[in-house]
């Protein structure tokens, strides 16, 4: 998971990026990008959802 999220940010340092081509399994990365993506999405969704409240926004 920590993989993941280093490559999500782009700052994974090479080593370990080459161990990850290495010994990760690519369901793997897949299936924890698609799920990192959703809770970044559904993150993002519920900020908005509570600044637009506060703001007296009717939603």
């Known amino acids: 998971m920590g993989s993941i999220i280093a490559a999500w940010f782009g700052v994974q340092t ?3 990026r080459e161990r990850d081509f290495e010994q990760g399994k690519f369901h793997h990365f897949v299936i924890g990008g698609i799920v990192f993506a959703a809770l970044f ?4 969704v519920g900020i908005v959802k509570v ?3 506060y ?3 009717p939603g």
């Open 14 to 16: 090479k080593a370990n």
């Open 55 to 57: 703001a007296g926004v």
């Open 41 to 44: 999405v559904f993150f993002v």
């Open 51 to 53: 600044v637009m409240h």
